[in-house]
């Protein structure tokens, strides 16, 4: 789905350095969400925005910042990145309308590699 | 603790078999499951959820709040099933959640 995309696709940094990874929408939606999937873990996740003023941390948010700059645009940070933040990263959107027809709408995925 | 279940991580069938994909929950509350699926080279989207009550692909789930289980159950396999299979829910007892599984990779042998 074009409607969600992610940049960079693919980042290599080093330890220490802030990097940021950025997430635009043209669904509409109030809600985006920053995952990071690692093998076996699944999708975890990271915060979470439901609007421009309201963000939330997720359970894994340590480390992490993020920046929700319009309802069209999420960011996510890393202040000074470790090795093990080396993941899959996705932002999403929802078309939230209730509990039980909340769909989520995911990015290509941003590759990240902490050396 | 409120979590997402899914026991096998890989799981191989033949083409035109029965295939059962499981999804247990924790969840203290009502959730709302779904089912999440990433074809090769294709982002994660949406499969079926259990509110629709709907067939997707052939697809379907059955809530079962005794067992607190959403398995994702297909009769006859195909090879373009071949997928990445998460289990999800949503629930808003207490803080928002949206909560996925590890996640099964399906493959279809021909």
């Known amino acids: 789905d074009a409607d969600v995309t992610q940049t960079p696709r693919n980042r290599i940094t080093k330890t220490g350095k802030r990097i940021m990874l950025e997430c635009s929408q043209t669904?509409?939606?109030?809600?985006m969400y920053w995952y990071r999937q690692d093998p076996g873990l699944g999708l975890r996740l990271i915060y979470y925005?439901?609007?421009?003023?309201?963000?939330n941390k997720g359970e894994i948010s340590d480390g992490y910042s993020v920046s929700r700059q319009a309802q069209a645009k999420f960011s996510l940070s890393l202040e000074s990145a470790i090795p093990n933040q080396t993941a899959l990263y996705f932002c999403?959107?929802?078309?939230?309308?209730?509990?039980?027809?909340?769909?989520?709408?995911f990015g290509p995925g941003t590759r990240l590699l902490v050396l | 603790a409120q979590r997402v279940t899914q026991p096998e991580k890989l799981l191989s069938v033949f083409k035109g078999a029965p295939v059962e994909l499981k999804c247990n929950y924790s969840?203290?509350?009502?959730?709302?499951l779904f089912w999440y699926v990433q074809y090769s080279r294709q982002r994660l989207q949406l499969l079926l959820r259990?509110?629709s009550r709907e067939s997707i692909k052939g697809f379907t789930a059955d809530l079962n709040k005794g067992e607190t289980s959403f398995h994702l159950k297909k009769p006859f396999a195909q090879e373009e099933d071949s997928a990445m299979y998460y289990c999800?829910?949503?629930?808003?007892?207490?803080?928002?959640?949206?909560?996925f599984g590890t996640g099964t990779r399906l493959k279809v042998l021909a």
């Open positions: 999403a959107t929802s078309d939230f309308q209730g509990p039980t027809q909340e769909t989520q709408y």
């Open positions: 669904k509409g939606h109030d809600r």
């Open positions: 925005s439901f609007d421009v003023k309201d963000i």
């Open positions: 969840y203290s509350g009502s959730p709302e």
């Open positions: 259990h509110i």
């Open positions: 999800a829910l949503s629930g808003t007892s207490g803080t928002y959640k949206y909560i």
